[in-house]
């Protein structure tokens, strides 16, 4: 059976073989034989040891067998061993029925193959015959759709170029058209013309730069009428400006600001602005100088300034308090534009600056120069009131070349002074008001010069007559009353502190060092002690003048203290002589003063001396004490035209001093000429030789006293 299903499986071994096999070893067997069964035994016992019990499919195998139920011998294995190749015949039928079944599917698969390979083949004919036929019209096809896709990329770019660097019709209109308002909308068209301008630059990168030209050139020409309109426009509302109340609004500023990008139209409208304001502030100058407009109108609510013109320091204080008011008025309105717009202004300057086509050809590296808003406003200020300072200019030059009095020649030059240090902290040191100021404040220093050496030249034949009490003369006790008004007013200027003697110095070398000088050549004329105690009188009132005022004068009082001194000390001299002489005592001292007591031949010389004789002595006492009572008051008279007693007592006790010490000088050689004649009495032991001491018995403590 297993021959015709073509199954030629091997016998299985049965069990009994192995047994048996294994039970005849003892059995007749060949040597050959006997190792092959000893050795297939172990094989089968070392598999049999080998199988792993644990395995699947193992115990599967042996739970059939127990499901079977059979029992373990002989026909039972063989039986199960055709049993088993009879379910293996079996199920290989059943498989061979099945591949049957798929031998079938296939055939008509492998039909069905070929029919769709034919149907293959003939689609692709067709198919080949169809793009054959319509290639050129999908060639055709796709060259339009690349055309379609880069015309609607060109028109895109076309569109963002249009929006970026083209104005529309509405927008030229609004910047170019003066029927256009000047609004937030010109503006911001203005802002995108000059960016569009800017961006230009990208487009000047290309190989082909005429598209970057042409946008250029358009947006420069619209961009020139948008500032022209802007500036016309301007000028227009400087025109329509409350001139009375030069406050600029929110838009002009911002037409201003953007308008600083074009520095000559940009200056224009300040030039405008200075010259209409200038005009303004020309008249309201001259309404409030006289009361009436230039036009003749009289305005009856404002007091005229010409009121006080017969008072020319108040006039001309007048003039600068109104000049001054409407400096700093201008500057508070103008502030607002140049100090809060200052940034915009200077940025929008400077970009202008450079953006100059003689800029750009220039080959210097430093730039432009910055613009300083403080200043332009100092610069603007100044020329709105330079009408008025040009006004005031003659006014007060006028009343400067009128004016014959010395101090109000000074107090108007001081309040000059006062005005121009004022104004150059308002509007800087190179303003035309201040260079006006200074101006008049030199012209008035000059007069003041100039009537100086006037009143000098009519005082020159005082100058020869000299008072009786040797007091300070007339003309000077004038000239230091004038010069104290003049310190006093010196004294509120606005000078330095380090300045302040530096500046005065020229003021005292005109109203000071003549009338000093006066006075020394009019002691040439004197003799002396008198003429020490003239310029000593005069040199006290000049001191006692500028004491109070020595901030600024201290060299002269410095000066005035070494000359009294040095007067002083001429006097002591003076007195000094009159003690000697009027003591008769002149003759002794001289005779004496070059000897010492302590030297013993300069003891002996003194005692051989004729001034030392008894009557010689005698004489000297005598008159000595014939002085003494008066000599104090002799003394006094000698300086009693001194105006200051208390350096007139004190010269006088100076000169008394060193005559006491002359005295005492004297007594202590007279002491020692009596020593060493007692010594040589008491080796002659004579008494003819008078003791001097007792022919000159005045002591040195007696004549202190006298003379104190």
């Known amino acids: 059976m297993a021959s015709d299903d073509g199954l030629n499986s091997p016998p299985l071994p049965g069990r009994d073989a192995i047994s048996l096999g294994a039970l005849s070893l003892t059995g007749t067997l060949t040597p050959g034989a006997a190792g092959r069964a000893s050795n297939s035994l172990s094989s089968k016992v070392i598999s049999v040891l080998s199988t792993s019990y644990a395995d699947a499919e193992f115990r599967e195998s042996l739970a059939m067998l127990d499901e079977r139920g059979i029992a373990n011998s002989a026909g039972t294995r063989r039986q199960l061993r055709l049993d088993v190749q009879k379910e293996v015949i079996d199920s290989n039928g059943k498989i061979i029925a099945e591949f049957g079944r798929v031998a079938d599917q296939l055939r008509r698969i492998g039909t069905t193959i070929d029919k769709l390979n034919k149907s293959h083949e003939s689609m692709r004919g067709h198919i080949t015959t169809a793009h054959a036929s319509t290639s050129s019209i999908l060639e055709e096809t796709s060259s339009l759709m690349t055309q379609r896709r880069n015309t609607e990329t060109k028109q895109q770019v076309l569109k963002a170029f249009h929006e970026h660097f083209v104005l529309s019709g509405d927008e030229v209109a609004s910047l170019t058209l003066t029927a256009e308002p000047v609004d937030d909308r ?53 025109k329509t400006l409350n001139l009375e109340n030069p406050q600029i609004n929110s838009s002009v500023r911002r037409a201003i600001r953007v308008l600083a990008e074009r520095p000559s139209l940009f200056q224009n409208c300040l030039d405008f602005f200075a010259e209409a304001r200038q005009q303004f502030l020309s008249d309201a100058f001259f309404l409030a100088l006289a009361g009436t407009s230039p036009s003749g109108a009289k305005d009856h609510s404002i007091k005229p300034i010409e009121l006080v013109a017969h008072d020319p320091l108040r006039y001309v204080g007048d003039m600068l308090a109104w000049t001054h008011s409407a400096a700093v008025s201008e500057r508070e309105a103008l502030e607002v534009l140049f100090i809060s717009d200052g940034n915009d202004i200077a940025k929008g300057i400077q970009e202008g600056l450079e953006n100059e086509l003689w800029n750009l050809m220039s080959d210097e590296t430093d730039g432009p120069p910055e613009f300083d808003a403080v200043r332009a406003l100092n610069e603007l200020v100044d020329r709105d009131v330079s009408g008025a300072v040009r006004i005031l200019r ?80 007339e003309f000077l006790q004038e000239s230091l009353k004038q010069l104290t008004a003049i310190m006093k007013t010196y004294e509120t200027s606005l000078a330095s502190e380090g300045d302040r003697e530096a500046d005065f110095e020229p003021i005292l070398a005109e109203s000071f060092d003549p009338f000093m000088a006066g006075c020394e050549n009019m002691s040439k004329n004197i003799p002396p002690p008198s003429n020490s ?116 007592r ?26 060493m004649v007692e010594v040589r009495r008491e080796k002659q032991e004579s008494n003819e030789i008078p003791s001097l001491r007792a022919l000159f018995p005045r002591t040195t403590g007696e004549i202190k006293v006298l003379l104190s």
């Open 186 to 238: 010109f503006f911001t068209v203005l802002s995108k013309a000059k960016r569009i301008r800017k961006d230009c630059e990208f487009l000047l990168g290309f190989e082909s730069q005429t598209l970057g030209l042409e946008v250029m050139d358009q947006t420069s020409k619209n961009l020139n009428q948008a500032f022209q309109k802007l500036y016309r426009w301007v000028q227009k509302e400087f």
């Open 394 to 473: 003659q006014r007060v030059e006028q009343v400067i070349q009128t004016n014959e009095e010395t101090i109000l020649a000074y107090k108007l030059a001081n309040l000059l002074g006062f005005y121009r240090f004022t104004f150059s902290k308002l509007l800087g040191d190179e303003s035309v008001l201040l260079q006006s100021l200074t101006n008049l404040e030199s012209e008035a220093l000059r007069q003041f010069r100039s009537l100086m050496r006037d009143h000098i030249t009519t005082l020159e034949g005082e100058f020869q007559h000299t008072p009786s009490d040797l007091g300070p003369p």
């Open 533 to 648: 105690i003239f310029l000593v009188n005069c040199m006290l009132a000049a001191k006692s003048a500028l004491v109070p005022f020595q901030d600024f004068a201290r060299t002269r009082v410095a000066r005035l203290r070494s000359a009294v001194d040095e007067h002083g000390a001429r006097l002591v001299e003076s007195q000094y002589a009159f003690f000697r002489t009027e003591s008769a005592l002149e003759r002794l001292f001289l005779a004496l003063g070059p000897l010492s007591d302590a030297k013993k031949e300069d003891v002996a010389t003194a005692a051989g001396l004729d001034e030392l004789r008894p009557e010689a002595l005698t004489h000297a006492s005598q008159n000595l004490d014939d002085f003494l009572p008066s000599a104090v008051m002799d003394a006094l008279e000698n300086v009693k035209h001194l105006q200051d007693a208390k350096l007139a």
């Open 650 to 675: 004190d010269i006088t006790e100076e000169a008394a001093d060193r005559f006491c010490v002359d005295f005492e000088h004297v007594e202590e050689l007279l002491i020692a000429v009596d020593e």
